[in-house]
């Protein structure tokens, strides 16, 4: 076996056991080897096909990142309509939808698949000969947009099924309720407009025009319908759905086959409470008949088909009155109002809280302290006032006004035209933005230090021993044991954590410094333009706008916060307690002799691989193609040549030997 078919066997061995492991973690969520080995295999892989891109396919791991932004969605065809579903809101609504269906099919047992109804966006994927080959969004149902670079990036998304069949299956994109609340925290903190629930923060992710920032998104999917299987047959939707699990598709774990009408209405009076516990949104049950000869005999309508219902839980809300109205202060110095009522049972736990967004959001809807309310749960998840009885008015409420002062460190406050925030001026020597900016630096993404939860966090800095984010690399161990239950070996834990950071990317210490508008993507932008903090601390308006992905408010943004004296200081002491200020790259050769020049390589050299010769070449400045073409410079030629070298003699190509291309290098 030559070198080049050791090395396709190598990409294809690393293939399988990527998707295996993606399989586990995504689907199953069950892993079995760590983050860093993931991260090792991956790395390995995308190496070798930047080295051999002849190898790189469509279905392989690393296609997932995302290509360039698109234009615009092309135009998406559905081979088979994706119809929508009658809705059922009542226990009789599903009597009758079964006395319909027995109707029709007379004589014989009707058996029910009972489902959750994912509140996220529905998609169809098209797979051939086991390959993901593209995928489009509902649409009207017969026309959506083609997202498949999108799709791609789910981690979720088998790009290579574990048979080669040709199938089209329908699936709900969703986003977690977990994720969804972390994003919205972090846009609140960024005083940036939240998403309104899960739905529409899933909907808009995979309809980014980049496809870098749909990846950037945690969004996840449940297939729940074999749309169209070419050579296959199958006799119940419930066969069906194994098939797709068989094939490494993730499917809901709430699969219920009920005998009768009444065990389905007996799922759906379970599950009205048992939805909340569930990690991602759900607003109903699909009820479907399991047998595909009856839903032949059944058919569809001119919009829905006949065989299937969607039974819609009721939204919950409550009566309560709004006692207070509190102001948080954020890691950014945004004041967020909350408004504090008597607790009330909604979707599944008890509230007594819920923020209010801003002061237009309070204006807007004319709350006051005493109102009587209705609140909810915004998709579930997240707690909000929706609507003031004005009719219960006694006259006595109390209007609510943003104070002009911070409520922790007294700092004026400050509206900037344009803004729906308001913001505490007091920056680091404000107590509550010291805090959440610390907390802030050692999440994950950031410096993503290791056991420093947040309730830690607020202890050390209760405790006084530390005031900004540089203290940490300063810690010492008998420090954190005075701590209330902090021992030993839990404290050594958090500073061997902490040491560890030190060698984070600089990508990482840009997010985690917290600069107003910079999450990771910018974050990451930014690192591989500068290459360090110094010179990003350097750059003026003018270096930064000129970059892809950086506007005006981000490069103002940068800039003022780098003219903060206080902010220079904690960047200081972090680079003398040895933090990594520079972008990890590969040391480079200056000498450029290669540079403008084209190399092929072919058969095999005795002194090199093939990659060592490669990066040989590369690092002096030129590049290395796998074709021969007018374009082509130099053929490097080893031992059994293959058809290159006829190619490179015919166009009269400069044939070099291997001993030529050492004395070209000494």
Known sequence: MDKKDEVKKRIEELREKINYHDYRYYVLDSPVISDEEYDGLMRELIRLEEEYPEFKTPDSPTQRVGGEPLKNFEEYSHSVPMLSLSNAFEKEELLDFDRRVREIIAGERVEYVVEPKIDGLSVALEYEKGIFRRGGTRGDGFKGEDVTQNLRTIKSIPLKLTRPVSIEVRGEVFISKEAFEKINSEREEEGLETFANPRNLAAGSLRQLDPKITASRPLDIFVFNLQRAEGLDFEYHSETLNFLRELGFKTSPIIKICRSIEEVIEVCEHMKEERFKLPYEIDGLVIKVNNLK???????????????????????????????????????????????????????????????????????????????????????????????????????????EMPDKCPICGSKTIRFEGEAAVRCTGGLNCPAQVLRSIIHFVSRGAMNIEGLGPKLVERMVNEGLVKNVSDLYYLKVEDLIKLERMGKKSSNNIINAIERSKSNDLDNLIFALGIRYVGENIASILAENFGSIDDLIKADYDDLVKIEGIGEKIAESVIAFFKEKRNIEIIERLKKAGVNTKKHREEKITDSRFEGLTFVLTGTLEKYTREEATAIIEKYGGKVTNSVSKKTDYVLVGESPGSKLAKAQELGIKIISEKEFDEMIK
Request: no cysteine; hydrophobic share 35%; charged share 30%.
């Open 294 to 400: 009856q839903r032949d005999i059944l058919g569809n309508t001119s919009k829905s088909p006949r065989w299937a219902i969607a039974y819609k839980f009721p939204p919950e809300k409550a009566k309560t009155v709004i006692r207070d109205i509190i102001v948080q202060v954020g890691r950014t110095g945004v004041l967020t109002p909350t408004a504090v009522f008597d607790p009330v049972r909604v979707s599944g736990s008890v509230i007594s809280r819920a923020t209010l967004h801003n002061e237009d959001y309070i204006r807007d809807k004319d709350i006051r302290i005493g109102d009587s309310v209705y609140v909810q749960k915004a998709g579930d998840v997240i707690p909000e006032v929706v609507e003031v009885i004005f009719g219960d008015r006694r006259g006595n409420e109390k209007k609510f």
